[in-house]
Antibody, heavy 119, light 105 residues
Framework: EVQLVESGGGLVQPGRSLKLSCAAS????????MHWIRQAPTKGLEWVAS????????YYRDSVKGRFTISRDNAKSTLYLQMDSLRSEDTATYYC????????????WGQGVMVTVSS | IQLTQSPSLLSASVGDRVTLSCKGS??????LAWYQQKLGEAPKLLIY???SLQTGIPSRFSGSGSGTDYTLTISSLHSEDLATYYC????????FGGGTKLELK
């Protein structure tokens, strides 16, 4: 059974950093692209970043370029999102997701982790 | 590519046929999916490539469309279908629509 479990969320002050993790199991992690999607409170879904299976290619939405870094450790089957220079508008639930059977459409999602940026 | 969903809120009764719309700012070339999200849960994939039903999804859900205009139809609304529905395009980058909240009339 595919499982994605996020961790690392919490309350952080504007301008500070936070690193999210997503532990994957139930599939061959190193074969699949991974993604972060976020949802601000009472708002819609917003794609944040993606990484290729090898980690050699990364993609970001414009509003997080230069501040967020997506990475992965295939030996540990873990996805990361390093978030620097956080802003109040980054407050959201962050989901990791992958496309295993319906590539490239995300068919498996984690339960989400909340990040609150506030002083 | 921007996606516009309509309506943003839809009130319907159990048993109704329900149609949700998603319009792209450019041709999406059928690379359009639909997700269902219930309160406090992660999104669930319903439909991909415009009209392919994801495994385990009831056949009352169907998708159609082409070019810039796409539709999700629920043939007979069940109470458990009350949720917010998002369209998602993967033709050029990755973009979600703003969502349609489906509530009981």
């Amino acid at each position: 059974e595919v499982q994605l479990v996020e961790s690392g969320g919490g309350l952080v002050q504007p301008g500070r950093s936070l690193k999210l993790s997503c532990a994957a199991s139930g599939f061959t992690f190193s074969n699949y692209g991974m993604h972060w999607i976020r949802q601000a409170p009472t708002k819609g879904l917003e794609w944040v970043a993606s990484i290729s299976p090898s980690g050699g290619s990364t993609y970001y939405r414009d509003s997080v370029k230069g501040r967020f870094t997506i990475s992965r450790d295939n030996a540990k089957s873990t996805l990361y999102l390093q978030m620097d220079s956080l802003r109040s508008e980054d407050t959201a639930t962050y989901y990791c997701a992958t496309a295993v059977t319906t590539v490239p459409v995300f068919d498996y999602w984690g339960q989400g982790v909340m990040v609150t940026v506030s002083s | 590519i921007q996606l516009t969903q309509s309506p943003s809120l839809l009130s319907a009764s159990v048993g109704d046929r329900v149609t949700l719309s998603c319009k792209g700012s450019q041709n999406i070339n059928n690379y359009l999916a639909w997700y269902q999200q219930k309160l406090g849960e992660a999104p669930k994939l319903l439909i991909y490539k415009t009209n392919s039903l994801q495994t385990g999804i009831p056949s009352r859900f169907s998708g159609s469309g082409s070019g810039t205009d796409y539709t999700l139809t629920i043939s007979s609304l069940h109470s458990e279908d009350l949720a917010t529905y998002y369209c998602y395009q993967y033709n050029n980058g990755w973009t979600f629509g703003g969502g349609t909240k489906l509530e009981l009339k």
